[in-house]
């Protein structure tokens, strides 16, 4: 990876020029020294037929008791947030739709959208009191894009609730399973959600390992 040509910016924050980070399993991966993240060389991205047959190998059962507990994580405390009654959107929800189940039967409306799975645009055309990305935001190929949708699908006042495996210790991003995952191509840590909703002005709580509630302001220039 010495004298590898950088990818033009960060995407996920767009600044600055990244930093190599390292090469493994004949990929290269970057970092960078403003939000954080760590990603994949955008060169080396897999193709949509390669990631659409990768996920086509999950199982995600609505019905699994293991992975309903697993999706708690972000379920509960969001659940904790929201007003009786509330409309929501499960973006990048995959085949099995487990969040948008556990929500619903809360009492919550929740519409579903996935690029693979759930197509339809229809549901990107309004906006909700809350929007979930479980397990999906390691899969954008233009991160600082599909933020900058999620933050408008999400109303003043409203939330959005991220779940994906934050990244810690670059001494052991090269054995890390969540990144032997090919259709996994950028990795968060705390420090770039927080650095994400600092540049809207949105609040930013982490209330479990992996999970971060942003709430967009009620009125512009404001928090919480």
Same mark, same amino acid.
């Given at each position: 990876m010495p004298g590898a040509t950088p990818p033009a910016g960060c995407p996920v924050c767009r600044s600055g020029k990244?930093?190599?980070?390292?090469?493994? /399993?004949? !990929?290269?991966?970057?970092?960078?020294?403003?939000?954080?993240?760590?990603?994949? /060389?955008? !060169?080396?991205?897999?193709?949509p037929e390669t990631e659409h047959a990768y996920y086509l190998r999950h199982e995600n059962d609505p019905d699994d008791p293991g992975y309903r507990r697993f999706l708690s994580k972000l379920a509960d405390p969001l659940l904790a947030c929201l007003p009786a009654g509330s409309h929501g959107l499960d973006y990048g929800c995959g085949p099995g739709p487990a969040l948008a189940a556990m929500l619903r039967e809360a009492g919550h409306d929740v519409a579903l959208y996935d690029p693979f799975f759930h197509p339809d645009p229809g549901p990107l055309a309004r906006q909700y009191d809350f929007v979930t990305c479980t397990e999906a935001a390691e899969h954008f190929h233009h991160p600082a894009t599909e933020f900058a949708r999620l933050?408008?699908?999400?109303?003043?006042?409203?939330?959005?609730?991220i779940m994906t495996c934050f990244q810690t210790e670059d001494a052991r991003f090269a054995g890390w399973h969540y990144r032997k995952d090919p259709t996994h191509v950028v990795f968060y840590r705390e420090a770039t959600m927080r650095h994400l909703a600092a540049g809207k002005g949105w609040a930013c709580d982490i209330p479990a390992k992996d999970v971060a509630l942003m709430q967009k302001p009620k009125k512009e220039g404001t928090a919480g």
């Open positions: 990244p930093q190599p980070l390292v090469s493994v /399993d004949g !990929r290269d991966y970057w970092r960078c020294g403003t939000c954080e993240a760590r990603f994949l /060389d955008p !060169r080396q991205h897999p193709s933050a408008g699908l999400v109303r003043p006042g409203g939330w959005l609730a």
